[in-house]
């Protein structure tokens, strides 16, 4: 008699828990569908933006902060980080007037990132 209880007992909570997963389940499903109708809508709302030309000012601007972050990171004691940022400037300015002093600046860092 008492071990029916015991069982019956398990077998609730087990039906619970089921139930609970299948409603998780359920909920998760409803709120992707929820989210890409949304997505769908704002495209819809708003047309696709073209992508602002790059000027010579605005290539310079990216180029001195790119610098500018990379000398900071070195500084605060991130090598690491600072041969990433110095990378980037390189690799999207090959031919930029800060080019060299970058790649001054990751021999550098690697140095300081060696020991």
Same mark, same amino acid.
């Given at each position: ?9 398990? /077998? ?8 609970? $997963?299948?409603?998780?389940? +359920?909920?998760?499903? +409803?709120? +992707?569908?929820?989210?890409?109708? @949304?997505?769908? @809508?704002?495209? !819809? =709302? ?9 000027? /010579?000012?605005?290539?310079? =601007? !990216?180029?001195? =902060? =790119? ?16 041969? !990433? ?7 999207? @300015?090959?031919?930029?007037? @800060? /080019?060299?002093? /970058?790649?001054?600046? $990751? ?9």
């Amino acid at each position: 008699m008492k071990a029916l209880a015991w069982l019956i007992f398990i /077998a609730s909570v087990a039906v619970v828990a089921y139930a609970v $997963v299948q409603w998780r389940k +359920r909920w998760a499903a +409803r709120q +992707r569908m929820a989210e890409a109708r @949304f997505t769908a @809508f704002i495209a !819809q =709302l708003r047309p696709p933006m073209a992508a602002a030309p790059v000027t /010579a000012s605005t290539a310079t =601007l !990216q180029e001195r =902060l =790119l610098l500018e972050a990379a000398g900071k990171a070195g500084e605060a004691g991130e090598p690491a980080l600072a041969i !990433q940022l110095y990378a980037r400037l390189i690799a999207r @300015f090959p031919q930029s007037a @800060f /080019a060299a002093q /970058a790649r001054d600046a $990751v021999a550098e860092q690697k140095k300081k990132l060696a020991t």
